[in-house]
């Protein structure tokens, strides 16, 4: 019965976890709503494996605690990646075209000159 | 029995409650307080489930830290625009909805499905238990993380490490103000550090050093110790500061470093790499991990390569 | 000293030289770089005769065997994979050195994550453990980002969010279906003798995290930008290497832990894979920038790569094996020549290429050999590869596939064709204003090498070819299998 309430709830926030990942442009809200479907995962990770007297597996437990520490590394970096794309270009979101192959030629003489980045050192 | 199920309900109603003021409350910083909050709940779901190690991990790491460092990255960006920094481009839409409930529906599916089958205790699991005696540890999670699993340790202490070098790619680019983190001085601030500060160090040094018979560990020692720092940067006793130290730099590989030894030490015996050396080992790799999270997590948030004592 | 403890030499001597560079002052760094770069892939050499002879090596941590510990595994193709990885990295080292000078301050933290993107790779390569494996190609992702991020412009670092932000997403499908593995089998090893329910929606989870992470058409969306915006001797190692270690694992997961896997599904991922080939190529050909064009190419070749699946017989694993060693080279050296040139030319963009076989012949031809190669003409390593898949496809009966093959040959050319036309046949020969100093022939050679490579290795193809053969079991003519640890004979 736990286990189901639980596995309920892991899929509620992960469909919000979802939503918020698709209506938000800024980089912040998409990190927020990841970590919301990373938790959902890790309730999942500890929920569905069966228990062993009373207490979650010890092994999934412990992916979990991994996962929790790669989470707030990635996150971290991801903030310090935000912080300076926002200094750059003004806003903390990425370009909305997804690819740049469905602009074609257009797309690319825009962004020639910034993008070309690589220059002699 | 009821009043238990009572108990998952009402805690997984409040858990749904914050995801939803996380997802899609109106203003960033509010989003970002809900999230800790949101952390905390989830710390008491992992004690409701029999899980106290991932409770004091989310309750430190999870909520604590990710919160943190989720703020000092907002007040960075209200400091180089204050307008853009909340501007909120949603393009809310049916159709983001639509995919939200589907996955909802996917994921309550998959886990329900899950459970419904025939469920036998894992292998895997059985094992650890069955062989924990082998170790001398009594707490089957350390058993996982730093014996039977213990590279996946060592490559998840690198990632830290990774993280860390990877803003500082970015950050060196970018003079963050010493002035983001350090700001109030208030004489009660003071008096809560000199509490605050001593009881930290006890908690995260009782926290590892228990962690191999009961719950604890260098995961969550390292992050209690990594938010006593965070707590120094904000009362302005540490200072970030931009020339890096070979001590801090030896603090950031220690625990990767010491993880090394133990998978390589061995071999000089003429055992396989990683076989178990004992408490002793175990606990010297994890003085080092404490170390190295600490002090990472804490650099992470200065933005910086390195801390001062502050002009107290 | 057995051969199989040497395995640690691959992960461990870049992680040590990653941790003793951060370390060391700036002045010192050169060697730790040289160290980690150069000595690991002395030690294929050894592990090569080992894989030759005893087909697969196995090392298991701490004695404990899966499923309670962790195995690595070390066979033929992994051993394909890691050779791509050390030339390409071997390869790349000049220009890398030459940007980012070891001696200055700022140019540290580039040299660890190089150091320890090759730790993750290696680590990826060898992982016999599902959940090592998710924690390896979270290592590579994330130096990978890093690395891209070095670039400090607008388009390099939005790239690398957009490829973090997806990374993420792909390694939650990827862990959830490996929970649900465990939840079920109760264990994490790659191979998984036990699992019955549940196995697609556990599959299609982990196919789909791992289809991201190696950019497969229609989850490729972050490619195109990591790949042209990055650092060149980056690009090179991420197109080589980087995607393809996610690939290798797919494939490991589709034919060691999936048990028999429905046929709709197998279809499916064949008929991505062609739609990759064509979208890769098509979209390649509309480019504007040279940088883009090599990067659509990679999408349209990782298709092929995919076609092992519906075609899964020992010639169609030779073939995608060789494909794979083949268009790592070509690819990385096109990326190599392309860095030359942006270098010298302060850009891109393909209108600034006529002429280019003039000012820099030895860029226009090393284009032109791995043009050759990603085009699959004889006798370029990309023949033998495309050629092993279309015989596979011949002897399956799969025409499908094999006018695919074929077809796709035509549009590789089409874009590989538009840009050597552009340089070497143009009339205008239009002149570039400012051209920048040449950077040291070194970097022209080494990029030059692995094209001559990918051509090289199509004359003589039989040394791969055996050892691809000899380190895959066929078991009831469908199902391909190779050594795990813990799995039994």
Redesign the interface.
């Known amino acids: 019965?736990?286990?189901?309430?639980?596995?309920?709830?892991?899929?509620?926030?992960?469909?919000?976890?979802?939503?918020?990942?698709?209506?938000?442009?800024?980089?912040?809200?998409?990190?927020?709503?990841?970590?919301?479907?990373?938790?959902?995962?890790?309730?999942?990770?500890?929920?569905?494996?069966?228990?062993?007297d009373?207490?979650?597996?010890?092994?999934?437990?412990?992916?979990?605690?991994?996962?929790?520490?790669?989470?707030?590394?990635?996150?971290?970096?991801?903030?310090?990646?935000?912080?300076?794309?926002?200094?750059?270009?003004?806003?903390?979101?990425?370009?909305p075209d997804?690819?740049?192959?469905l602009l074609?030629?257009k797309h690319?003489?825009r962004?020639?000159p910034?993008?070309?980045?690589?220059?002699?050192? | 029995m009821t009043a238990g199920v009572v108990i998952d309900v009402l805690l997984g109603l409040i858990l749904v409650g914050l995801a939803t003021q996380v997802a899609i409350g109106k203003h960033l910083f509010r989003a970002i307080v809900f999230y800790v909050a949101f952390g905390l709940a989830m710390a008491l779901i992992w004690a409701r489930l029999g899980a106290p190690d991932l409770a004091l991990a989310d309750a430190a790491i999870g909520a604590g830290l990710t919160g943190a460092l989720m703020m000092v990255a907002f007040r960075r960006l209200v400091e180089i625009d204050p307008k853009q920094s909340q501007a909120l481009v949603t393009r809310g839409s049916a159709l983001a909805v639509v995919l939200a409930v589907l996955a909802a529906g996917m994921v309550a599916t998959i886990g329900l499905t899950a459970l419904s089958l025939e469920r036998q205790p894992g292998d895997a699991g059985l094992q650890v238990l069955a062989t924990l005696q082998e170790t001398g540890l009594g707490n089957p999670i350390t058993g996982v993380l730093l014996v039977f699993r213990g590279f996946d340790t060592l490559i998840e202490m690198a990632v830290l490490l990774t993280a860390f070098i990877g803003s500082r790619v970015i950050t060196t680019r970018s003079r963050l103000s010493v002035t983001t983190v350090s700001g109030f001085e208030l004489p009660l601030v003071r008096t809560l550090v000199a509490v605050i500060l001593p009881l930290a160090v006890l908690i995260g040094m009782h926290l590892l050093w228990i962690g191999s018979d009961q719950p604890g560990g260098a995961f969550q020692a390292g992050s209690v110790l990594a938010g006593s720092g965070v707590l120094l940067l904000l009362t302005g006793t540490l200072l970030p500061a931009s020339r890096s130290r070979a001590l801090v730099r030896l603090a950031l590989v220690a625990g990767v470093g010491a993880l090394c030894l133990l998978v390589l030490a061995p071999l000089l015996q003429g055992d396989g790499p990683m076989a178990y050396l004992g408490r002793g080992s175990l606990l010297f790799a994890e003085t080092a991990m404490m170390v190295s999270i600490a002090v990472t997590l804490t650099l992470l948030f200065a933005g910086s390569p390195s801390l001062k004592a502050g002009s107290s | 000293m057995s051969f199989d403890k040497l395995l640690l030499a691959l992960v461990f001597i870049p992680l040590g030289t990653a941790l003793v560079a951060v370390m060391l002052p700036p002045a010192r760094r050169r060697w730790a770089v040289l160290l980690g770069s150069l000595a690991w892939p002395c030690f294929l050499v050894p592990l090569s005769i080992a894989v030759a002879r005893e087909q697969t090596l196995t090392l298991v941590f701490g004695g404990w065997s899966p499923p309670l510990g962790i195995g690595w595994r070390l066979d033929a193709l992994a051993l394909v994979v890691l050779w791509v990885h050390a030339l390409v990295g071997i390869a790349a080292l000049p220009g890398a050195w030459q940007r980012f000078k070891p001696e200055e301050t700022e140019s540290g933290p580039f040299w660890s994550l190089w150091l320890i993107l090759a730790t993750g790779v290696n680590l990826a390569t060898l992982a016999a453990d599902l959940f090592n494996l998710y924690v390896a190609l979270e290592l590579t992702t994330l130096a990978a980002v890093a690395l891209i991020a070095t670039d400090d412009g607008i388009a390099a670092l939005s790239a690398a969010m957009r490829y973090l932000l997806l990374a993420v997403l792909g390694s939650l499908m990827y862990v959830l279906g490996v929970g649900l593995v465990y939840a079920q089998t109760g264990s994490l090893a790659m191979h998984q003798p036990g699992l019955v329910e549940l196995n697609n929606v556990a599959l299609v989870l982990m196919l789909t995290g791992l289809m991201v992470k190696a950019a497969i058409f229609p989850l490729h969306v972050w490619l195109p930008h990591a790949y042209s915006n990055a650092p060149g001797p980056v690009a090179a190692i991420m197109s080589a290497v980087v995607g393809k270690v996610a690939l290798v694992a797919l494939w490991r997961i589709w034919f060691e832990t999936a048990v028999d896997p429905p046929t709709l599904l197998t279809n499916l991922l064949g008929l991505i894979g062609a739609g990759a080939i064509v979208y890769g190529a098509l979209a390649a050909y509309l480019q504007p920038r040279l940088k883009m064009v090599i990067a659509y190419s990679s999408i349209s070749q990782f298709g092929f790569l995919l076609l092992l699946l519906p075609l899964a017989c020992q010639q169609a694993f030779q073939g995608a094996g060789f494909h794979l060693l083949a268009h790592g080279l070509a690819k990385a050296a096109m990326f190599l020549a392309a860095a030359n040139i942006v270098t010298v030319l302060g850009s891109d963009s393909i209108r600034h290429l006529p002429g280019l076989d003039k000012r820099m012949p030895l860029e226009a031809f090393t284009l032109a050999l791995a043009g050759v190669t990603l085009i699959g003409l004889p006798p370029s390593g990309g023949f033998t590869g495309k050629w092993m898949l279309l015989s596979a496809a011949w002897e399956t009966g799969g025409w499908f596939w094999l006018v695919l093959i074929v077809l796709s040959g035509l549009m590789s050319a089409a874009y590989v064709f538009r840009i050597l036309a552009l340089t070497c046949f143009h009339p205008a020969r239009r002149a570039v204003h400012h051209l920048h100093p040449k950077p040291p022939a070194i970097t022209s050679l080494a990029a030059l090498m692995l094209a001559l490579l990918a051509v090289v290795i199509g004359l003589y193809p039989h040394p791969v070819l055996d050892l691809l053969g000899s380190g895959v079991l066929m078991d009831g003519g469908v199902r391909l299998q190779s050594g795990v640890p813990g799995a039994g004979p």
């Open positions: 019965m736990t286990s189901a309430i639980f596995v309920l709830v892991a899929a509620a926030i992960f469909g919000l976890g979802v939503h918020g990942l698709l209506v938000s442009a800024h980089i912040m809200r998409k990190l927020l709503a990841l970590n919301l479907m990373l938790s959902a995962l890790f309730l999942l990770l500890i929920v569905v494996p069966a228990s062993i009373g207490h979650p597996d010890p092994v999934p437990q412990a992916l979990v605690l991994t996962g929790i520490v790669i989470a707030v590394s990635t996150t971290a970096f991801a903030l310090a990646l935000m912080v300076r794309l926002f200094r750059k270009q003004g806003h903390a979101t990425i370009h997804l690819d740049p192959a074609g030629r690319g003489r962004t020639a910034e993008a070309e980045g690589e220059r002699a050192p």
